[in-house]
């Protein structure tokens, strides 16, 4: 006897992942109502040279509601206006810390001011900006597993888990908007390896009219990429390390041409973004701390390590001594370790076993580079910086591994569910407490904010009380 037609239907709607992603999105959205995350994302940190805060002195009037604001997110806040005005009342502001790094964010927040027809106020405008790229990050994440894998299981594993990451969901109300420059590399990676990486770069052949259009097309397409990572929160540096591990694990003759090619709209890119800050008196963060200085005596520093001469006066990585060993790497692992511990372990174990997962994981530690600047400065939250690009590669790593789990047999199907299970109840349920209990103690530091004073931003109009 066939059973009732409305079973059937309700058989048939569990069987689509869209059911799975819209549950988890709005669990994952009810978690964590309530969380004030723009303090959660703004969270002092002991960086290199001392204590960084800057929270606890910053506010920002919004229709006469005050929000608290982190000292890096108040240039993003104060660039929307002149941005989205056709006749700025206010200079765009391109001093501060990391500024011209992230331009892009008010300018993306001014878009959707525009779009609404001013009916956005600007702190909406940043919080539709953060849940835009959630979306998109999941999505990207979908599209870039099927590139890799061809395997429709392996992206719902790893849409399922980019869902349950906090990293994004937590910063639903962050004016930093760091988390930009993960989604960005995610952008990057897909248009890359779908329209140039899969395709021949046939110079000998550039002045044939259909390979000529689709050379110029490709050149085109990476220099605007490149171009608008400068901006991205640090995308550009997520994508240089991933496609310096995506060429070196598939290295080969045929390849170099794409190399030269790929290396060559960069360097017309970063051309064409130093004109454009010339323009407009800005530079890049890299310019403003010394990053050759580092970097030089980091090389120093190497060449002592290896000749056996003493370094406990020399730095590497701005860290004196074998600090960097013994204490920063160790700390900024751990914390990478402790609060991905199941993804890891699941990218782990199929790099291991399944030979399909192991290229990417490889990359994924190379990725580990793209963090160079938490290791240079000792920004130690990872939710801001450690996670980033390396961990989302991680999650695709995970869920192809899963994947070819669970085409083994039926037990083995099983427990690949229950894995992503743990992994999921990890992400959103395990590390809720934590993140709870950080956000109690942010207001433990009388001692740091007493006898200081408070900046209140009314528009543009900075007033110091």
């Known amino acids: 006897m066939n059973s009732p037609r409305w079973k059937a239907n309700l058989h048939e709607a569990f069987m689509k992942p869209y059911i799975y992603w ?22 002092p940190y002991i960086y290199a040279g001392g204590y960084y805060g800057g929270y606890s002195r910053h506010l920002i009037d919004e229709d006469g509601a005050y929000h608290l604001i982190q000292l890096e997110a108040i240039t993003n806040y104060l660039n929307v206006r002149p941005m989205a005005q056709t006749e700025p009342s206010s200079p765009l502001i391109t001093g501060g810390h990391a500024t011209t790094d992230r331009m892009i964010n008010p300018f993306l927040v001014a878009c ?7 009916s956005l106020s600007i702190d909406d405008g940043f919080f539709l900006l953060s849940v835009l790229l959630w979306l998109m990050t999941i999505v990207l994440v979908y599209r870039i597993s099927l590139l890799f894998f061809n395997d429709k299981r392996a992206a719902f594993f790893s849409s399922l888990l980019t869902i349950a990451l906090p990293v994004y969901t937590l910063t639903f109300q962050a004016f930093k908007v760091q988390q930009a420059g993960p989604t960005f590399m995610l952008l990057g990676i897909y248009l890359h390896e779908k329209y ?21 097309n490709q050149f085109l397409l990476m220099v605007m990429v490149f171009f608008l990572g400068f901006y991205f929160s640090g995308g550009n540096l997520f994508f240089l ?16 041409p794409q190399i030269v090619f790929v290396g060559l709209t960069f360097v017309i890119a970063l051309i064409a973004a130093h004109q454009v800050n010339a323009l407009f008196e800005a530079t890049f963060v890299s310019e403003k701390m010394g ?7 980091t090389v120093q520093y190497v060449v002592s ?13 701005n860290y004196k001594g074998y600090y960097f060993f013994t204490t920063m790497f160790p700390h900024l692992l751990n914390g990478l370790v402790r609060e991905n511990l199941p993804v890891l372990l699941c990218a782990g174990a199929g790099a291991v076993f399944f030979k399909k997962s192991r290229s990417l994981f490889l990359i994924a530690l190379l990725l580990m580079g793209g963090h160079f600047g938490t290791f240079v400065y000792a920004w130690t939250w990872y939710y801001g910086y450690m996670s980033g690009g390396t961990i989302l590669l991680l999650i695709l790593t995970a869920g192809s591994a899963l994947s070819s789990l669970s085409a083994r047999n039926s037990i083995l199907k099983a427990v690949s569910y229950v894995l992503l299970l743990i992994s999921i109840q990890y992400y959103m349920i395990d590390m809720y407490p934590s993140i709870r209990f950080q956000l109690s103690n942010y207001f433990n530091l009388t001692d740091y904010q007493s006898g200081k004073t408070i900046h209140v931003y009314h528009d543009n109009i900075k007033t110091t009380y």
């Open 305 to 317: 390590l290896v000749t056996f001469e003493d370094v406990s006066e020399l730095r590497f990585l």
């Open 196 to 216: 140039v990486f899969r395709t021949e770069i046939a110079i000998t052949r550039v002045f044939l009219m259909g390979n000529g259009i689709r050379l110029l």
């Open 112 to 118: 959707l001011i525009q779009l609404s027809f001013g």
């Open 291 to 297: 990053l050759g200085k580092i970097l030089s005596e």
């Open 241 to 256: 390390f991933y496609l310096f591990g995506r060429y070196v694990t598939t290295f080969s003759v045929k390849k170099i």
């Open 22 to 43: 819209f549950a988890l999105v709005i669990a994952n959205m009810a978690l964590f109502a309530g969380t004030d995350y723009e303090i959660l994302c703004t969270k």
